[in-house]
């Protein structure tokens, strides 16, 4: 981001409005909720993740790297 970006934005930006948090909330945890009534512990998939998800990563780094140089001319 240019340095002149936060200052512009100060000057003329507008945010969209959206409803308070606290309307959205019930909703929000109905989301998370549904893994659940289908028989998946969300929680245990989240863990798994931050877990095993960076070194599975790191594992396919250089194969994602020869595909993504073989796409270039």
């Known amino acids: 981001m240019p340095g002149s970006a936060p200052g512009a934005y100060d000057d003329h930006g507008t945010l969209p409005?959206?409803?308070?948090?606290?309307?959205?909330?019930?909703?929000?945890?109905?989301q998370f909720a549904t893994p659940e009534r289908?028989?998946?512990d969300f929680a245990d998939v989240?863990?798994?993740?931050?877990?095993?998800?960076?070194?599975?990563?790191?594992?396919?780094?250089?194969?994602l790297?020869?595909?993504?140089?073989r796409g270039r001319t």
């Not at 409005?17 to 945890?29: E, F, G, K, M, S």
Request: no cysteine.
């Open 46 to 63: 989240t863990d798994t993740l931050e877990r095993e998800g960076p070194a599975k990563f790191d594992k396919s780094r250089p194969e």
């Open 38 to 40: 289908g028989g998946v």
């Open 17 to 30: 409005h959206y409803p308070p948090a606290a309307d959205r909330r019930a909703a929000a945890l109905d």
């Open 65 to 69: 790297s020869a595909r993504g140089s």
